[in-house]
T-cell receptor
Framework: AQRVTQPEKLLSVFKGAPVELKCNYS??????LFWYVQYSRQRLQLLLR??SRESIKGFTADLNKGETSFHLKKPFAQEEDSAMYYC???????????FGPGTRLSVLP | KAGVTQTPRYLIKTRGQQVTLSCSPI?????VSWYQQTPGQGLQFLFE???????NKGNFPGRFSGRQFSNSRSEMNVSTLELGDSALYLC?????????????FGPGTRLLVL
């Protein structure tokens, strides 16, 4: 069965420190992975997707099929990065996503 | 463009009742997906509609149903409400539902079942 795990419920780092939010998945097919973010009192929104190999707001994520991981990284965390982050896997076709439980990132001044 | 809108924003019902939630996608978007978010289960996919047809369905009982109209607006219905149906219901829209498209989420409807 398709499954996405995010082992950390809460991650606290200091401003300027590197941050890595972990995501592991289980999927029998060819996965499409995404990171979504929800800032305080805002809607859930797409941060980045692995097929685009993009860097958004300084965040990057690399799909590692061998380790079935899609960790989100940023070299220097900013206070405005504090938010809830969800890793998601899209399977089949259309917009059918499996979301992880989320990690709350808190960037301390 | 106006974002995805959902009505009502808050709803209180009692067990056994039924409820209908509405979602208006971004203009031009034809794919609408519904999700249930609870503290215990997180975000779970309910179903997706595209051009008035259900294209994907999650693992929810038949009490959960939906439909999409010709203008792409979508409704979801929950019959015989149970306490466990208390949740935030999110809808999201995209143009055609392809992987490279961005899915835009609405603010959600918070349902409380007493």
């Amino acid at each position: 069965a398709q499954r996405v795990t995010q082992p950390e419920k809460l991650l606290s780092v200091f401003k300027g420190a590197p941050v890595e939010l972990k995501c592991n998945y289980s999927y029998s097919g060819s996965p499409e992975l995404f990171w979504y973010v929800q800032y305080s009192r805002q809607r859930l929104q797409l941060l980045l997707r692995h097929i685009s190999r993009e860097s958004i707001k300084g965040f990057t994520a690399d799909l590692n099929k061998g380790e079935t991981s899609f960790h989100l990284k940023k070299p220097f965390a900013q206070e405005e990065d504090s938010a809830m982050y969800y890793c998601a896997l899209r399977h089949d076709y259309g917009q059918n996503f499996v979301f992880g439980p989320g990690t709350r990132l808190s960037v301390l001044p | 463009k106006a974002g995805v809108t959902q009505t009502p924003r808050y709803l209180i019902k009692t067990r056994g009742q039924q409820v209908t939630l509405s979602c208006s996608p971004i203009s031009g978007h034809r794919s609408v997906s519904w999700y249930q978010q609870t503290p215990g289960q997180g975000l779970q996919f309910l179903f997706e509609y595209f051009s008035e047809t259900q294209r994907n369905k999650g693992n929810f009982p038949g009490r959960f149903s939906g439909r999409q109209f010709s203008n792409s607006r979508s409704e979801m219905n929950v019959s015989t409400l149970e306490l466990g149906d208390s949740a935030l219901y999110l809808c999201a829209s995209s143009y055609g539902g392809a992987a490279q498209e961005t899915q835009y989420f609405g603010p959600g409807t918070r349902l409380l079942v007493l």
